[in-house]
């Protein structure tokens, strides 16, 4: 069965520093896809990034990127100067085959605090 | 905004009750997703239609059912409500039903259930 792990429910980092958040996830396919999603106060779920299992490179978008590490099954997300805005809830999840049809599977979430 | 509307914002009911929330895709998406985001379970995934047919099924309860219309907008009936139920339902979409595709989400439907 497909899992994923967030172990940090809350993490805080200075305004224009860096920070990783953790994910794992155990998964016996070989064809999947795996995301990072956020959360702010308004509840609003927004894609922050995402990362084709078969594709060795790591995802980058802007500030955002993943350490992607497959055999481990790790993906961990890196936020670059950090934002007041970068405050909320991020969810790791992976989306894969699971009986013939895809299923989405997500993390407890990680709380990021951003300190001004 | 992500383009996604759903209806209702929020929604108190009773225990044993019958409702349905309503989820209006961005135009030109052709599938819907929905989950259930509770405190004890986190969000799970409930299911995926295309194009007026069922794509993929999580963990949905026998309870709940949902389609998909001619004009793609879905509903997802929830009955014999239980306080457990009680949760922020949201409704995504996208422009294909195939994996990897991005998912734009609705704001969702507080649900409490008394």
Same mark, same amino acid.
């Given at each position: &069965?497909? /899992? =994923? *792990?967030? #172990?940090?429910?809350?993490?805080s980092?200075?305004? &224009?520093? /860096? =920070? *990783?958040? #953790?994910c794992?996830y155990?998964?016996?396919?070989?064809?999947?896809?795996?995301?990072?999603?956020?959360?702010?106060?308004?509840r609003?779920?927004?894609l922050?990034?995402?990362?084709?299992?078969?594709?060795q490179q790591?995802?980058?978008e802007?500030?955002?990127s993943?350490?992607f590490q497959k055999?481990?099954?790790?993906?961990?997300?890196?936020?670059s100067?950090?934002?007041?805005?970068?405050?909320?809830?991020?969810?790791?999840a992976s989306?894969?085959?699971?009986?013939?049809?895809?299923k989405?599977?997500?993390?407890t979430?990680?709380?990021?605090?951003?300190l001004a | 905004d992500?383009?996604?509307?759903?209806?209702?914002?929020?929604?108190?009911?009773a225990?044993?009750?019958?409702?349905?929330?309503?989820c209006?895709?961005?135009?030109?998406?052709?599938?819907?997703?929905?989950?259930?985001?509770?405190?004890?379970?986190?969000?799970?995934?409930?299911?995926?239609y295309?194009?007026?047919?069922e794509?993929?099924?999580?963990?949905i309860l026998?309870?709940?059912?949902a389609?998909q219309?001619?004009d793609?907008?879905?509903?997802?009936n929830?009955?014999?409500l239980?306080?457990?139920d009680?949760?922020?339902?949201?409704?995504?979409?996208?422009v294909?039903?195939?994996?990897?595709?991005?998912?734009?989400?609705g704001?969702?439907?507080?649900?409490?259930?008394?």
């Amino acid at each position: &069965a497909q /899992t =994923v *792990t967030q #172990s940090q429910p809350e993490m805080s980092v200075q305004e &224009a520093e /860096t =920070v *990783t958040l #953790s994910c794992t996830y155990d998964t016996s396919e070989s064809d999947y896809y795996l995301f990072w999603y956020k959360q702010p106060p308004s509840r609003q779920m927004i894609l922050v990034i995402r990362q084709e299992a078969y594709k060795q490179q790591n995802a980058t978008e802007n500030r955002f990127s993943v350490n992607f590490q497959k055999a481990a099954k790790s993906f961990s997300l890196k936020i670059s100067d950090s934002q007041l805005g970068d405050a909320a809830m991020y969810f790791c999840a992976s989306e894969g085959p699971t009986s013939g049809t895809y299923k989405y599977i997500f993390g407890t979430g990680t709380r990021l605090k951003v300190l001004a | 905004d992500s383009g996604v509307t759903q209806t209702p914002k929020h929604l108190i009911t009773a225990t044993g009750q019958r409702v349905t929330l309503r989820c209006s895709p961005r135009s030109g998406d052709l599938s819907v997703y929905w989950y259930q985001q509770s405190l004890d379970q986190g969000l799970q995934f409930l299911i995926q239609y295309y194009n007026g047919e069922e794509r993929a099924k999580g963990n949905i309860l026998e309870r709940f059912s949902a389609q998909q219309f001619p004009d793609l907008h879905s509903e997802l009936n929830l009955s014999s409500l239980e306080l457990g139920d009680s949760a922020l339902y949201f409704c995504a979409s996208s422009v294909s039903g195939t994996s990897g595709v991005e998912q734009f989400f609705g704001p969702g439907t507080r649900l409490t259930v008394l």
